[in-house]
């Protein structure tokens, strides 16, 4: 089976400024860089669909639907926080890349594809239940753990995030369902300065300090999540895939290298198969050094391939 690779040119119409390092450059770079590989013809190449309403519904309550929807300007941009700006195309791209993130959940569960990738944007960790912040409008973790979890006979999802900010939204989201275990590594002190230590029994946050190595990073992260998630047994696995701790990435402080994405995505790839029967869903989230994004996400979906 391929690895489906999920993208849409409507997600490189989302435009929060020309300075602004969430920029539809992130996906034609990526795009172009796999256009030079043998990536290219490997995967399957699937445009996706808008997110239902009703399927946002099962995240998010129709009152914050409502207000992106008043605050979405017909001309220019609205800041809805001082870096997350609406754009009169921002919240198809939103649905598109929130439509990809549940339906590469169907095409996995459905066992057509053996894993995928939305190469989609804007990210969506950030999101809480009802506020946007940090980039982020919908929350895509949260969303397709949610509709493998209902439309489906499972009843364990892991989410697995390694932004180096962490996803405070999906946590806000999913903490106490016992239904999903949260893993989460991220640099701390940072942005979003929540979520950390006030957490429920269901997440399990690794904070990292600032200029945390390789070997250091890859110790703390499987002393942290091997146990849990190889006792959660989990039958899908939900990557939050941001490759902003890469040690070249504006963003971050850390000190990774393109290789850690390549380690840590062959661990979820193992853990997956070991338990859920290779069924695996990742999604972007962040990257903003362009040479560093592409290679590690080039690292990912070789991995993603060779499964």
């Known amino acids: 089976m391929t690895t489906a690779f999920y993208s849409h040119d409507d997600c490189m119409k989302h435009d929060m400024g020309p300075d602004h390092p969430e920029s539809p450059e992130r ?37 914050y639907l409502r207000q ?36 590469a959940v169907d095409r996995v569960m459905t066992g057509a594809s053996r894993n995928a990738f ?9 999101a809480e ?8 409008f919908y929350n895509n973790p ?35 369902d016992q239904r999903m275990l949260m893993c989460s590594s991220f640099q701390h ?7 950390v230590y006030r957490q429920a029994g269901n997440i399990i946050n690794v904070p990292i300090e600032a200029g945390c190595g390789s070997e250091d990073y890859r110790k703390q992260v499987m002393d942290a999540w091997q146990e849990p998630l190889r006792a959660f047994r ?13 040690r070249l990435d504006p963003m971050g402080e850390l000190n990774l290298e393109t290789d850690d994405f390549r380690w840590i995505t062959q661990w979820l790839v193992d853990l997956a198969a070991e338990y859920a029967g290779g069924r695996l869903v990742s ?21 993603l391939t060779a499964a």
């Open 234 to 246: 989990p039958q899908l696995v939900v990557v939050s895939a941001g490759f902003d701790g890469h």
């Open 189 to 195: 002190p940072f942005f979003p300065h929540s979520h």
């Open 27 to 63: 996906i034609s770079r990526i795009l172009a860089r796999l256009a030079d590989t043998r990536l290219a013809q490997e995967l399957q190449w699937i445009r996706p669909d808008e997110i239902t309403r009703e399927q946002l519904l099962t995240v998010h309550p129709e009152s």
């Open 142 to 176: 949260a969303l397709a753990a949610l509709h493998a979890l209902t439309n489906y006979d499972i009843d364990r999802v892991a989410i697995i995030d390694f932004d180096v900010h962490q996803g405070n939204g999906t946590v806000d989201i999913v903490g106490g």
């Open 118 to 126: 939305a190469c989609v944007r804007p990210p969506g960790h950030h």
């Open 283 to 303: 999604m972007l989230e962040g990257g903003y050094h362009m040479e560093a994004l592409c290679d590690s996400v080039i690292a990912h979906l070789e991995v």
């Open 68 to 103: 992106l929807e008043e605050l979405q300007p017909t001309h220019g941009r609205v800041f809805t926080d001082e870096e997350t700006a609406m754009t009169p195309t921002t919240l198809r791209a939103a649905r598109l890349a929130a439509g990809a993130c549940v339906q």
């Open 129 to 136: 239940r009802a506020r946007s912040m940090g980039f982020c």
